[in-house]
């Protein structure tokens, strides 16, 4: 035991440890939006339980108390790993896992937030999937790994449950990755992720989350500064749900409970079908270590097929076919000698998030004298929520609000969710294991904005945040 | 120490554990009403921490995180245990307990869900009581066991606070258990409960608690299939209470908080009186072992009495006197070899739940080579919510939905709550001590429906669910 | 490990606890207002978990299940303690801690609930912060502690968000205490304390708990009686807000998400500006024991400085500076020789909260055959919401309610927060260590009504609550 408690059999056959994080943030902006100038809080308070039962079986339970109820669910999940592949394969043991746990989508994603560099995950990670409820299967060795698995929804999904008498949304997501050199102080990182989602009718009708992407943008980059998002807000797009209009809503939700009567009849012809047929995601990631000094990218890039047909008797706007994507560059560089390179944690040393890096090892921690370990590091990014035919935002502003049919019409035919590259620059004390205390400086570099918040365009807001990190 | 974490001091008086539980569920259903086709959810995600201090005092906090705040607080008691009876009568402790538990009622329901044979409990225990805050004594030995106390609300109970100015609800139920044999591998336990319910105001004029049990069976079968039910829902049952006309209703709730002026002098006038005078509930219950054979019933009926003179007032349908009531019959046979008998717990080793089974003793268990335990079962249950006058459904769902005032009365005469039987086959597998994998099938073998809802008539709905089931 | 769970290493340099607490209430009341004449329910049920890290580093992270999401943080921090001051001066650590804690501010708030001798907090410590997020500084020795910081907002403080574009609120806080007599069994203490609060917009603007301190008094003598206060509940005062027109108030918090057209150019006009300059709070506070016997006094006032001006323009009532207070004197006696002096803490026992009471040590425990610690006690209270010109009761609320317009302005020279005067009498079991049973009678001796509720002028409702506590 260390920091937090864990207790172990002396065969190894049973282990138990409770492990905790809190992240207490402050900042402050220069603007924008519906973001405060200056606040405080949690961004972070968890508690976990972990378990390894009779050598090969494993639970896990997490749950962060800045959400409440099922919410605050994180990973839960209980695994089974055994031997079934030659040596010549690998030496490890194959893990069958069931539970709520990340897709194996992306390394940002997946890496713990103790570990990832900045304060906040980069921008195109909002493209990825975050933890959903399935079972998946995982192989590999020190070097490689293979994770793919079918999920459905999450806890933390309340906004797209299924209609009455409808299934579930589900996803087939898988992500490999490969690392040719892997020495103590050097390191050469390759991944690839795909996701494969078939939304539910709700979720092809008028779940924000996979027609409108931006709508979830606004949490990313600091989720503390004000109550529903950041300056850096990408705004929600243009309406390409094909949402019933609201009568036909109410009659949706409420056929079973209280339409008794005839009225109950009217409802299949008033209910719209679905318009995104389905989505598929995919992304690819890099990173390398030489010494103190890490660099690391990825692209993620997402893409939905609609139903043309059922677009145009809505009316809805967009095409057929509609793509996102972002991308990041980033760099770290320990002015103490740390090196990333000696905590990458491989399938051997982390069977659910392989191909991530765990917490460095400080080389003079402040208990013994030293100033612990001191990290810079820059990270430029970006997030492209437009597409389709490329319209002058401040001209699809005015047709979408007051704009006659004839302007309006011409403004559909693109798709405008707004466009924004950050530079984010951070400086990282680590004084001892388990404690990090973090500076994040943010500045927006390109803001083109969503058809709905013309204001923006050329904005280039910028933000402070600093964190408190305590993990056990 | 085993898969979760118990330390006990060298002399026995203190010791401290924690233990938690995890439930992931997925299914489908063929049909119908207001739930969805398929869904994946956690059904509990429990963690619980329990002690012992100075010998005798016991206490116990376990949260689901499956609810929130209050509502997710399940066990939460403090309990003194003193050896006050001759030992010809008992060789254990007498116990005092306060706090949130089970009121002390119907086997299955005091039962673990960690350790009942199906993924859900059978439908008639709807009508027993669930967890309350309250004071209770309990005595017993290996072999018999009583316990009885005083009950009021529950922090599940959020819907039924008194009005202003008025006093909570009490309960007392008492439970009586006794094994005439308790061999290694044969069993056979009696058991009796009985538990008698005083309103209050609120749940008098408006509990469905109370007056409109149907409301509740929605949960029982499977709650992961849809927010708010499955499809073996027996639906609410006419308006049995004297719930004033809404002008009142919020007369009543904004009295003391913003009626100033002299309309809160119209109040007590506009105020109902309350219908039910007090209601009590009974079961009986007997479990039997031979071997790897066990098999298990139970009886529980509700009855309410209500005041003829409000009802006839507010023109309430049903009689002065209602009962409702259900059973379940069922039996596991363990291909294995396994029996239920040797972990039969009574007072002796479960003293806050006596008479109750504890979790199996897996013969071989995976991590010695062996192949686990594997148990099939089968459970027959049937729910009565109709009373009164019995009347044909089709004709009573007309009634009240558009017919006559003379329709209307006749209707009235009865209450039709619905009723329904249904028929479950499960397996479950128990690889290692903690891990059990479980399988349900259930069919609705006849579904007579509620009087708001007759399109169920006759429905057959089926249901399959699985659920990976962790606990430590 | 005793009661709960603690571990260390041998060489003291890491250590971690699990602690926890259970308050199960139950009572009745003679009236009035908006609470139940008798309920159950639960007070507190907190988990937590601390830790030492590399001898100089801690952690605590403190959960109230009574509440939920991040409503239910209490205490979440981590600091640092460094050996910085001469031996001279201290030879205890300065503390540097960041995160969620108690302001330092009055004895009273800042002892543990397990420790305090009622069951709750004396009703002038609602002028007193409670937990708010913020850095601070703490130094003392046995005798003596300082400790000061700036704090912002609180999880718990949800209703005070800023508006968007500005910033949070802030306070600065300090406490110093100091103990000239300090023996196994006599004790003398004193201390004081200061806050100064710089509000945001909204709080300057709207805020109940700035401007209207009666808003939070109702939940302080008992929680339980009732979801939204008890009978001695002194109401809200008179409307001292600058709080905008219901119309502008839609447009402030809509601006940026849905007033897309040119209406939001009207909003910085329709906007009021602030009418809080700020507030500021101090406290006395003084305890002596003598054997058995003890005594404690604290004196608190918060005054509110405003801009005339705004007030003007906005037809505030109340004067530019208003000015609330309380006071408490109470005292317990150990019919069994238990003494207060022994658990004193300084600021070398507990640095978070120096110059506060800890656990008593009980005698003759009854796990060791005695009876366990018995004390009695009483307190005397008084809250002072009253201020500026004095007005009979009555004639206000005519005024406010019916009156002239002459009438309105004559009643609005004055605040009229109401008056009260408890007094509580308290019987206190401690069986053994970290088990409870407490009693408190309490009776309002003076009740002069806020100018909202004229009715309960004069009134002496009384209270009696019992509580099981259990604590490890």
Redesign the interface.
Known sequence: ?????F?E?EDK??N?K?G?R?Q?D?G?SS????????????RR?Q?W?E?K?????F?R?Q?D??????Q??RD???A?RTKLLPESITSQPVTFQ???FFEPFSMETTSSTSNITFLERAMPTVLAPSRH??AAVGVGDKLWSVKTGIF??S?QDTAT????????YWDVAARGTYAPIQQEDKLLHLGSSFRYHRPNNTTAGTNGAFLRPGAGTEREEADIL???GTWSRVPVAQDLSCAPPSNATTNATTF??SV??LAGLYYPFARRSSCLKYAYSYGFEAAATYGPLSLQAEYIATRYERDPLNAFLYSNGGGSSLQFSGYYVQGSYFLTGESKAEVYNGYDKNWSSPGTFGAIKIKN???KGGWGAWEIAARFSELNLNNGGLVDGNFVYAAT??GSAAQKALANTATLGGRQENLTIGLNWY?????RLQANWTRVMTLVAAS??PFLNGDHPSIFLAR?N?F?
Chains 1, 2, 3 share one sequence.
């Open positions: 035991f260390k920091n937090g408690l207790v059999t056959a049973f138990f409770i905790g809190m207490i402050g402050f603007s924008a939006d519906t973001t405060s100038r200056s606040n405080v809080g949690f308070a508690l339980i378990g039962a009779y050598k090969d079986w639970y339970f749950y108390f800045t959400n409440s109820g099922t605050g669910i839960a999940y209980l089974y069931v539970g709520n409820i399935g459905s929804t806890p449950a299924p209609p009455a008498g409808e299934s579930q004000g109550a529903s079973n409970t008794t009567g921690p402040v208990n609000v007051a004084p001892v294991n388990g404690f709905d918040r408190a305590v056990w």
